[in-house]
T-cell receptor, first 114, second 116 residues
Framework: NAGVTQTPKFQVLKTGQSMTLQCAQDMNHEYMSWYRQDPGMGLRLIHYSVGAGITDQGEVPNGYNVSRSTTEDFPLRLLSAAPSQTSVYFC?????????????FGQGTRLTVV | DQQVKQNSPSLSVQEGRISILNCDYTNSMFDYFLWYKKYPAEGPTFLISISSIKDKNEDGRFTVFLNKSAKHLSLHIVPSQPGDSAVYFCAASAIGTSSNTGKLIFGQGTTLQVKP
């Protein structure tokens, strides 16, 4: 059982380049989300999805796009990378259940924009 | 505007003693609270949670206390072990609302060091 898989693990981009961070889960979870972790800022929500075809913005959505065409996949797109997007990115998934909103996280993607 | 705050960036305790990590929140709509543990180069992993209808939840060495009137929760680890050294994040969610989106709002994290 792979859980939540993120690729790549590391990436260096030049300012202005675009790329897609991949996220896949095999737990049939309805909810998926993207967070970024920065020193002193904790985990901040970028975008989230409550199911296939439905996405919404989180706390820090600017500069990022998402789509959810399947239950399993939730890619995060950087259209024109900026140094301020240097961060560690985590994808998470969880069930839609009033008793449990425990989220399972991937291992992260460390992105550096130069 | 930080809805979930962990005001202590770091905590150091001796092995065998109690570790107490604190978290404050401002949004009264939050009704479910979680603690996550994160080791370097790994994703956060779920540790323990508590619903707002309870004031205490215990799981082995880990106990979470919730004080709704003070909008404060704490994580107690007894006894602390060197393997507990990690970053601890508290998180909150409003799952009882009609728009249950599964969103988790995290605090800044507290780095716990347990010395042998």
């Amino acid at each position: 059982n792979a859980g939540v898989t993120q690729t790549p693990k590391f990436q260096v981009l030049k300012t202005g380049q675009s790329m897609t961070l991949q996220c896949a889960q095999d737990m049939n979870h309805e909810y998926m989300s993207w967070y970024r972790q920065d020193p002193g800022m904790g985990l901040r929500l970028i975008h989230y999805s409550v199911g296939a075809g439905i996405t919404d913005q989180g706390e820090v959505p600017n500069g990022y796009n998402v789509s959810r065409s399947t239950t399993e996949d939730f890619p995060l797109r950087l259209l024109s990378a900026a140094p301020s997007q240097t961060s560690v990115y985590f994808c998470a998934s969880s069930r839609r259940n009033h008793q449990n909103t425990e989220a399972f996280f991937g291992q992260g993607t460390r992105l550096t924009v130069v | 505007d930080q809805q979930v705050k962990q005001n202590s960036p770091s905590l150091s305790v001796q092995e065998g003693r109690i570790s107490i990590l604190n978290c404050d929140y401002t949004n009264s709509m939050f009704d479910y609270f979680l603690w996550y543990k994160k080791y370097p180069a790994e994703g956060p992993t779920f540790l323990i949670s508590i619903s707002s209808i309870k004031d205490k939840n215990e799981d082995g060495r880990f106990t979470v206390f919730l004080n709704k009137s003070a909008k404060h929760l704490s994580l107690h680890i007894v006894p602390s072990q060197p393997g507990d050294s990690a970053v601890y994040f508290c998180a909150a969610s409003a799952i009882g609302t009609s728009s249950n989106t599964g969103k988790l709002i995290f605090g800044q994290g507290t780095t716990l060091q347990v010395k042998p």
